[in-house]
């Protein structure tokens, strides 16, 4: 099928570092994505990775890629009251079509 | 960043009546522009995929005349809700391709919030 799958809820202390998981199923995916999408917004391209890299790095976001398990994780470092909001990951499919996971809600406790 | 810009961000209409709901790239050309819908606390489910100058790909189970796609120009798609029901209420975002794609060419809206009485 064509699920990708999330945790629905995370939930951290500040200053803590928070990962979120995300299996996908197309392994012929060239990118996969992370999105935030914060209450009543749109959403807001977070990080992507291309399938033959194993790990990026931005700042304080660090998307690890396994593809043999098709396992996406998104870990924010020193994560902030700020970072609170919805996470997406998602898979490119042919033409541009994105398929999204359900979101996963972060929530950071001071 | 390229923008892509929503109008209007929030509409509340009696039931049976129609919206437009319009999508524009604002410094780019979007040859290909998607359109979504997101319900409470749920995922993006893509509704159809809009083409310049050609007829939208609509998603099974989507209503092709129920939700009217119009792609006329290339930095500007609307989405019409027709005869408008409680049910159709949701947050609809649209995403425009610029270009053959790669990573990081996709851009979203800001979404536009529908409530039908």
């Known amino acids: 099928g064509e699920d990708v799958e999330q945790s629905l809820f995370l939930s951290v202390r500040e200053g803590d570092s928070s990962v979120i998981n995300c299996t996908y199923t197309d392994s012929s995916s060239t990118y996969l994505y992370w999105y935030k999408q914060e209450p009543g917004a749109g959403l807001q391209l977070l990080t992507y990775?291309?399938?033959?890299?194993d790990m990026k790095q931005d700042q304080r976001l660090t998307v690890l890629l396994n593809k043999k398990d098709k396992h996406l994780s998104l870990r924010i470092a020193d994560t902030q009251t700020g970072d609170s909001a919805i996470y997406f990951c998602?898979?490119?499919?042919?033409?541009?079509?994105?398929?999204f996971g359900q979101g996963t809600e972060l929530s950071v406790k001071p | 960043g390229a923008v892509v810009s929503q109008h209007p961000s929030r509409v509340i209409c009696k039931s049976g009546t129609s919206v437009k709901i319009e999508c524009r790239s604002l410094d780019f050309q979007a040859t290909t522009m998607f359109w979504y819908r997101q319900f409470p606390k749920k995922s993006l489910m893509l509704m159809a995929t809009?083409?310049?100058?050609?007829?939208?790909?609509?998603e099974q189970g989507v209503e092709k005349d129920k939700f009217l796609i119009n792609h006329a120009s290339l930095t500007l798609s609307t989405l019409t809700v027709t005869s408008a029901h409680p049910e159709d209420s949701s947050f609809y975002i649209c995403s425009a391709k610029q270009g053959a794609m790669q990573a990081g060419e996709l851009f979203f809206g800001e979404g536009s919030r529908l409530t039908v009485l």
């Open positions: 998602a898979e490119i499919h042919q033409g541009g079509k994105l398929i």
């Open positions: 809009s083409n310049e100058g050609s007829k939208a790909t609509y």
């Open positions: 990775i291309f399938s033959n890299m």
